[in-house]
């Protein structure tokens, strides 16, 4: 939302954000908007003018706040690239990632293994995960940026048409052309962060991450550069 103003607090000190200035990213044609961010002594824990979580998510924005907050974002938007976004990520894909966390009874070991989100995980309920999952998708997702202009044609022709040869079929296909994805099927992988996007294909080609069989048999067709244009690619798309 243009020109909406934003206060964040950082160890009592008042820092202010101007958000979303000239907002919208147009990299297809080489020029993206301008974002400011203006504060005080770093990052600190934001709450939006939006208000505070609504009822409808039940605890989900408490949890989201105590838990969640510090690596992701308070509204899902995180700033270290490490850690995925969460905004406006479809809620039965977020879920089911808190799911995979965790070790089903009877397994020897989660579906989805990281041993921080295992901690948290583990501490919450199914109702808890469904209302975490539901708070993060109602949230704004900040629009990413493609970094690497040498690279956008291969991520563009990877993404929206695949690599026939090698097999690899569109990711447009299930992402959808704009990479919000399709609810309840595939997750939004537009604008989400470029390091991030690289490391999950990497870790599904290795397989390090197995939660996902066509993943695994896509991934394993890509060679590094291909990961490193198609995630960068994907960073820029909204």
């Given at each position: 939302m243009p020109g909406?103003?934003?206060?964040?607090?950082?160890?009592?000190?008042?820092?202010?954000?101007?958000?979303?200035?000239?907002?919208?990213?147009?990299?297809?044609t080489g020029g993206c908007g301008v974002r400011f961010v203006f504060s005080g002594l770093g990052r600190g824990v934001c709450t939006s003018t939006f208000g505070?979580?609504?009822?409808r998510f039940g605890q989900g924005g408490?949890?989201?706040?105590?838990q969640c907050?510090?690596?992701?974002?308070?509204?899902?938007?995180?700033?270290?690239?490490?850690?995925?976004k969460l905004a406006g990520q479809h809620a039965d894909y977020l879920y089911k990632q808190l799911k995979n966390f965790k070790i089903a009874e009877g397994a020897d070991k989660a579906l989805r293994e990281n041993a921080i989100m295992a901690g948290f995980a583990a501490?919450?309920?199914?109702?808890?995960?469904?209302?975490?999952?539901?708070?993060?998708?109602?949230?704004?997702?900040?629009?990413?940026?493609?970094?690497n202009k040498a690279t956008l044609a291969q991520?563009?022709?990877?993404?929206?048409?695949?690599i026939a040869e090698k097999g690899v079929p569109a990711?447009?296909?299930?992402?959808?052309?704009?990479?919000?994805?399709?609810?309840?099927q595939y997750p939004r992988l537009g604008g989400q962060h470029a390091e991030y996007t690289s490391a999950q294909l990497t870790a599904f080609r290795e397989g390090?991450?197995?939660?996902?069989?066509?993943?695994?048999?896509?991934?394993?067709?890509?060679?590094?550069?291909?990961?490193?244009?198609?995630?960068?690619?994907?960073?820029?798309l909204h």
């Open positions: 909406l103003w934003r206060y964040c607090v950082h160890a009592g000190v008042l820092a202010v954000l101007f958000s979303d200035f000239l907002g919208g990213c147009g990299y297809a505070k979580p609504a009822s408490q949890i989201a706040s105590a907050a510090a690596c992701h974002g308070a509204e899902g938007n995180s700033a270290a690239p490490t850690y995925p501490g919450l309920s199914e109702q808890d995960m469904r209302n975490v999952a539901a708070y993060f998708a109602a949230q704004k997702t900040e629009p990413g940026f493609a970094g991520g563009q022709a990877i993404y929206q048409g695949g990711c447009a296909a299930c992402h959808s052309p704009n990479g919000a994805g399709i609810p309840a390090l991450r197995t939660n996902s069989e066509p993943m695994i048999t896509i991934t394993s067709r890509l060679s590094d550069a291909e990961i490193k244009a198609l995630a960068d690619y994907i960073a820029g």
